[in-house]
């Protein structure tokens, strides 16, 4: 068996790095806090925030962007939602994409051909309430995306709730850091985006108490980015905070949450 790794020089890691192409947000400030123009290909970001922050929203908006059109800069692509909360709802779907792709076809002047039914067939959902049904499909999901071989998203909606019950601390840090690594490995592979939602957790400390991201310390070196979410003054106003990046020179942005998606604050 062959182990031996290949060495890259800067120059051919400067490429590989700005040929992958990114998800937008449909938010320029998010993009930026996001970099590379979005969610790019090849990496894991996670979004944290208190319910009601725009985590399911965003994951919803890059849903419906991973679908533009070529002719529009788009990917045309596929997109896998993993809902562990049942957090999705097909009509605010339809109603994203459907004023996503007006937008494009508006900005760059060019007519955008396909039906309601196709577009929907490009999102692929899976309920996965509950541990044992989430194990169960992310046990069979390199197969899934085999046979999918268009999809460029992942969506997991959220990743700690299924590990709410029904399992010891120590089962739970296998299990994540398995699947994980899984993650990992198609998304470098099959140039997927993957992006993890989080809810947050108060940590107790000596005499006061913190609100942090779920699954502890550990699980925050797993993935490339971190973005923690917050509400302005219970406006449709979104903070973005990233807590974690490799390549984004912004820290903090805004964005507001709309009837047609996600969309910078004028």
């Known amino acids: ?132 049904k989430f194990c169960a499909f992310m046990h069979t999901l390199s197969r899934f995306v085999d046979e999918h071989p268009n999809i460029r998203l992942i969506v997991i909606d959220s990743i700690a709730f299924p590990y709410k019950e029904g399992i010891s601390a120590g089962q739970r840090t296998g299990l994540l850091f398995r699947q994980m690594a899984e993650l990992q490995r198609l998304a470098m592979e099959k140039q997927i985006a993957v992006v993890l939602t989080n809810e947050m957790s108060t940590r107790v400390g000596l005499s006061t108490g913190s609100v942090v991201g779920s699954l502890g310390d550990a699980w925050a070196h797993r993935c490339n980015k971190r973005i923690l979410l917050s509400v302005i003054n219970n406006s449709c106003e979104r903070l973005a905070l990233s807590l974690k990046s490799n390549n984004s020179p912004n820290n903090v942005g805004r964005f507001k949450i709309t009837q047609e998606g996600i969309r910078d604050v004028e």
């Open 1 to 132: 068996m062959n182990i031996s790794s290949k060495v890259y020089n800067s120059v051919e890691l400067w490429h590989r790095e700005t040929s992958l192409p990114s998800i937008p947000t449909f938010s320029q400030s998010l993009d930026k806090i996001i970099g590379n123009e979005g969610v790019q290909l090849c990496t894991l970001t996670e979004l944290l925030g208190l319910p009601g922050s725009g985590k399911t929203q965003i994951c919803i908006q890059l849903c419906a962007s991973v679908q533009i059109p070529k002719s529009l800069g788009g990917l045309d692509a596929e997109a896998l939602y993993i809902d562990t909360n049942t957090h999705f709802t097909p009509y605010r779907f339809k109603d994203i994409v459907t004023a996503s792709l007006k937008k494009c076809q508006m900005v760059l002047n060019c007519p955008i051909v396909t039906s309601e039914e196709d577009v929907l067939k490009r999102l692929h959902y899976v309920n996965a309430f509950g541990i044992e």
